[in-house]
């Protein structure tokens, strides 16, 4: 009786002692051998107008972001309550491990939609949004590493990367124009193993189910295309900050380094992806022969500005909300807990 009462505190320990200790390692990576008077020298060449165009920056790709969150979403929740609800995930990943901000995410979308969108319908295109995304920013890092990057065994990975991106967008299609028949045919295939039938297809269903919205290509590369813009601010901001720290820097850099670094900070971590994502960073400047300690200096800079901006914008978020940050994180946890137990 006493070993099943055990296992879950041991997986809860796992859950959040791994993501501190791989924040942990990434932190101690970054700072080794870290030359600490070239980090302040850099941080001393910035200017308040460079600070300033990042905070521009930033802020219109987080618009593009919401506005593509509303589309798929089918306009069925206000374009302010979708920004309001993306700014409030970040903040609770910010300041909570498990990733629960996106449940709560979708929580704050379900109760603001007023009957109009279902929980797993909100999850649904929240996934969606998040894998899109990962293929917009897997783009630019192809690009990269294809156009730029004079290595013939990244070369050789990246166009592994491409062929699989192409043959991950035409299943996308496939699936998403033939859902039912897919979704049977697994359902038959995999009906003799228990996880595959029971948790991973209801839980690929609905992923489906959130690519709704791109059966019409036209759709989809709209959507496509907004993200990539979305991205692209991302990469100005890094181009501004080369531009004052680094005058012999190039212009495609940030295509590397914004890519390499969103990937990295996918990796379970501490809350905010301390360490990892300046990790990622620091690793992809060491690419193009960047010191540490500049390349340091921009992230810790870009990912202020990543952290700052939407935990204030979750606050407000919070506040339209009318909920406390406990009541809202008791139901995040409620409704993870209920999607893990889905049979």
């Known amino acids: 009786m006493s070993q099943p009462e055990a ?23 970054v700072l080794r051998q870290l030359d600490f008077q070239s980090l302040i020298d850099a941080f001393k060449q910035l200017s308040i107008a460079s600070i300033g165009l990042i905070i521009i920056f930033f802020s219109a790709g987080l618009f593009l972001r919401s506005l593509v969150c509303w589309m798929i979403l089918g306009g069925k929740i206000s374009f302010l309550d979708t920004f309001w609800g993306m700014n409030l995930g970040y903040l609770l990943n910010t300041i909570i491990p498990l990733r629960l901000g996106e449940f709560g995410r979708g929580a704050f979308l379900t109760e603001r939609s007023e009957g109009n969108v279902g929980y ?12 899109l995304d990962l293929l917009v920013g897997f783009s630019f890092l192809i690009v990269s590493l294809l156009l730029f990057i004079q290595s013939d065994a990244l070369r050789r990975i990246a166009w592994v990367g491409m062929l699989v991106l192409l043959l991950s967008l035409a299943f ?11 979704v049977e045919w697994l359902q038959v295939r995999f009906k003799r193993s228990g996880f595959l039938h029971d948790r991973a297809l209801p839980a690929f269903d609905q992923l489906l189910s ?19 813009v979305s991205w692209s601010f991302s990469m100005l901001e890094y181009l501004v900050l080369q531009q004052t720290i680094l005058p012999q820097s190039q212009w495609w850099w940030p295509m590397l380094v914004i890519p390499a670094s969103a990937f990295v900070n996918a990796l379970p971590a501490a809350p905010g992806g301390l360490g990892v994502y300046e990790a990622g960073a620091v690793g992809s ?27 204030i914008l979750g606050v407000i978020a919070l506040v339209i909300s009318g909920q406390s940050l406990e009541a809202l ?8 807990q209920k999607k ?4």
Do not use: T
């Not at 959130?210 to 990539?228: D, E, N, S």
């Not at 400047?285 to 901006?309: C, E, F, N, R």
């Not at 994180?329 to 993870?336: E, V």
């Open 7 to 29: 296992k879950p505190g041991l997986n809860r320990i796992l859950k959040i002692g791994l993501p501190l200790l791989i924040s942990v390692l990434a932190i101690w990576l």
């Open 120 to 131: 797993m319908e909100a999850m649904a295109s929240i996934v969606a949004e998040r894998l």
């Open 172 to 182: 996308i299609f496939y699936a998403s124009q033939n859902r039912s028949k897919v």
């Open 210 to 228: 959130g690519f709704q919205f791109f059966v019409k290509p036209k759709r989809f590369v709209l959507v496509f295309v907004l993200l990539a």
């Open 285 to 311: 400047y060491a690419l193009v022969g960047i010191d540490k300690a500049p390349a340091l200096a921009m992230a810790l800079v870009v990912h202020s500005v990543q952290i700052i901006i939407p935990a």
């Open 329 to 336: 994180l008791g139901k995040a946890s409620q409704f993870r």
């Open 340 to 343: 893990e137990k889905l049979p």
